[in-house]
C-alpha cells in the first residue's frame, strides 16, 4: 500500500470558519509533510513532521495549525483564513525526515476561501 | 541555495511524437532527483528517481539520466499518448538538514491525437 488518503478532497469555508484538512498514511513513513500549491505553480513546503513531532515551520501564519496525532495521520487546523489561502493542499510522507528520498503524495484538498 | 530550472511550457505535441523535458539543478553535495506528474485536479504522482550519478530512472516508457557534469535530469519519451497530458515537475531533495523537495515551475504537456 503506497497511499496517502487526504480528506476532504474539496473545501469551502468562509473566513470566519473553522475546519480541519486530515491525512493519512500507512506506509510505516516517520515523516508526514504538508504542501500548499498555488494555480499553476509548483507545491511549496509548509510543515514537517518527524517522529510525530513538528520539526521544520517555513514560516506559516498562525491561521494555520498542525497536528500529528500519530505516526500515521495528520491534520491541519483552519482558523480566520483569508481568500488569498484557497489553493490546493497536499500531504506527503517519506520513511524519514533527513534522508533526501521520495515523498509520497495525497490527491490533495481544494480548499476555497470566501 | 539549491535550486531547480525546468524549460518553460506548455509543450504541444501530436500522439506518438518524440518527448523531451530539460531540467537542470543547482544544489550542494548529490542530490537524489525526481519527476513527479500532475494530472488536471490530482496530486502528485512520483514518475521516476535517480539517486547518483549516472543512473537512469525510468517507468511507463518515461526516462532520465542523472548527469553530474551537467547537472542536468532530462526527461524523455519515445512515444507520447493524449493520456501522457499533465503538468511535469522535476525535483531534488537536500543532502543536508531535512528532507524538503525542490520542485521546478512545472512543464504543461498537451499531446493531441
Known amino acids: 500500500d503506497t497511499e496517502v488518503t487526504q480528506t476532504p478532497k474539496h473545501l469551502v469555508m468562509g473566513m470566519t470558519n473553522k475546519k480541519s484538512l486530515k491525512c493519512e498514511q500507512h506506509m510505516g513513513h516517520r515523516a508526514m509533510y504538508w504542501y500548499k500549491q498555488k494555480a499553476k505553480k509548483p507545491p511549496e513546503l509548509m510543515f514537517v513532521y518527524s517522529y510525530e513531532k513538528l520539526s521544520i515551520n517555513e514560516s506559516v501564519p498562525s491561521r494555520f495549525s498542525p497536528e500529528c496525532p500519530n505516526s500515521s495521520l495528520l491534520n491541519l487546523h483552519l482558523h480566520a483564513l483569508q481568500p488569498e489561502d484557497s489553493a490546493l493542499y497536499l500531504c506527503?510522507?517519506?520513511?524519514?525526515?533527513?534522508?533526501?528520498?521520495?515523498?509520497?503524495f495525497g490527491q490533495g484538498t481544494r480548499l476555497t476561501v470566501v | 541555495g539549491d535550486s531547480v530550472t525546468q524549460m518553460e511550457g506548455p509543450v504541444t505535441l501530436s500522439e506518438e511524437a518524440f518527448l523531451t523535458i530539460n531540467c537542470t539543478y543547482t544544489a550542494t553535495g548529490y542530490p537524489s532527483l525526481f519527476w513527479y506528474v500532475q494530472y488536471p485536479g490530482e496530486g502528485l504522482q512520483l514518475l521516476l528517481k535517480?539517486?547518483?550519478?549516472?543512473d537512469k530512472g525510468s517507468n511507463k516508457g518515461f526516462e532520465a539520466t542523472y548527469r553530474k557534469e551537467t547537472t542536468s535530469f532530462h526527461l524523455e519519451k519515445g512515444s507520447v499518448q493524449v493520456s501522457d497530458s499533465a503538468v511535469y515537475f522535476c525535483?531534488?531533495?537536500?543532502?543536508?538538514?531535512?528532507?524538503?523537495?525542490?520542485f521546478g515551475a512545472g512543464t504543461r504537456l498537451a499531446v493531441h491525437p
Open positions: 506527503a510522507s517519506s520513511p524519514t525526515a533527513t534522508e533526501n528520498t521520495e515523498a509520497f
Open positions: 535517480a539517486t547518483k550519478a549516472d
Open positions: 525535483a531534488l531533495s537536500r543532502t543536508r538538514g531535512y528532507n524538503k523537495l525542490i
